[in-house]
């Protein structure tokens, strides 16, 4: 998730922003109508569109549509309340058959057991950081489409003509420390510091552990950087560019323990959205257990249970 605010450097807490300009361009297009003479065309079954989003061909839950067509899209609020009946009714319909499985677009399969695992409180939501230690060619490292489309704000299906440290200079990722915890990591290119959003710090209290999670990306950030910014004169960019960390501590603690991962996203969501580490401190446990719920049904229907994904065939 790349982002284009730049942070005002001047606070340590950076809890405010500074909003960049953004110059819009204005496309103009014209429609061009396209006839049949054949009768049968106007007539014919609609066949079913392959999704952008997952794999294969097939047709949503009718019960799913309604039920997403019905919810209403409030404006954003990072912390909104959930209908309890309608997510009674989406959990309901899941657990008819939790094994039903889908390929969404980044290649991976999810289940209907995933989205229910991802809405209950205290469930956890279970690299190539090795190979970039052995590569003796390091600025010459392949670091593959996913980092490439993170730092250039370009994605197979977007035509964007985005430039990195120019329209994008803050890329949002969650990260996975150790085996069992996921952090937010707000990685601002320009001043070259990390923010770390943690919601259980305490697990990684001391500066030595931060390091040792956190040794691998800062070590390798200059050289992505150099690899997909412009050319420079630098030659060591491992001395030039170096990146810093810096966590916050008066942000939501997950003390009950086994949130991480969904808190790690809302963290990131509401920082996206210009919300201070201090709005972050005022989510509580029933807050979570909310925006797991909302998560669950609000990826289905994006990944899944989209109308617009698929017509019935």
């Given amino acids: 998730m790349t982002e284009s605010r ?43 569109r392959r999704s952008t989003k997952i794999g294969g ?22 912390l909104a309340d ?3 009946a309608q997510f009674q009714e989406f959990q309901s319909i899941l657990r008819e058959n939790p094994a039903q499985e889908f390929e969404i677009v980044i290649g991976i399969h999810v289940s209907n057991k995933f989205f229910l695992s991802l809405a209950r409180p205290t469930n956890w939501v279970s690299t190539e950081f090795a190979e970039f230690e052995k590569a003796s060619d390091k600025l010459g490292f392949n670091w ?14 977007r035509n964007d003509k985005k ?3 120019v329209d994008v200079d803050r890329v949002y990722t969650p990260m996975m420390w150790g085996k069992d915890h996921w952090v937010g990591l707000v990685i601002n290119l320009t001043c070259r510091q990390v923010e770390i959003l943690d919601c259980n710090i305490p697990l990684n209290e001391s500066d030595n552990e931060v390091n040792k999670h956190m040794a691998y990306l800062l070590r390798a950030l200059p050289h992505v950087l150099a690899a997909f910014s412009p050319p420079s004169d630098s030659s060591h960019p491992e001395e030039d560019q170096a990146f810093s960390w810096v966590r916050p501590d008066n ?11 969904p808190c790690a996203v809302k963290f990131l969501e509401m920082h996206a ?8 401190g005022q989510i509580d446990d029933k807050k979570v257990d909310i925006f797991r719920q909302k998560y669950a049904m ?7 249970g989209n109308a617009k994904v698929q017509n019935d065939g």
Wanted: aromatic fraction near 12%; glycine fraction near 8%; hydrophobic fraction near 25%.
């Fill in 6 to 48: 730049t942070p005002d450097v001047g606070n340590s807490k950076l809890s405010r922003y500074l909003t960049r300009s953004l110059k819009k361009a204005e496309l103009e297009g014209k429609c061009i109508p396209i006839s049949s003479t054949k009768k049968y065309d106007l007539q014919t079954k609609r066949i079913p």
């Fill in 57 to 78: 061909v097939y047709t949503p839950d009718k019960r799913l549509k309604k039920l997403f067509q019905s919810c209403k899209k409030p404006k954003y609020t990072p």
């Fill in 82 to 84: 959930l209908e309890k």
């Fill in 144 to 157: 593959g489409g996913l980092v490439s489309f993170s730092f250039t704000g370009k994605t197979p299906r």
């Fill in 163 to 165: 430039v990195l440290l």
């Fill in 251 to 261: 942000i939501y603690f997950n003390e009950r323990s086994g949130d991480c991962g």
């Fill in 273 to 280: 959205a210009g919300y201070s580490y201090e709005d972050m």
């Fill in 298 to 304: 609000d990826t289905y229907e994006e990944f899944i």
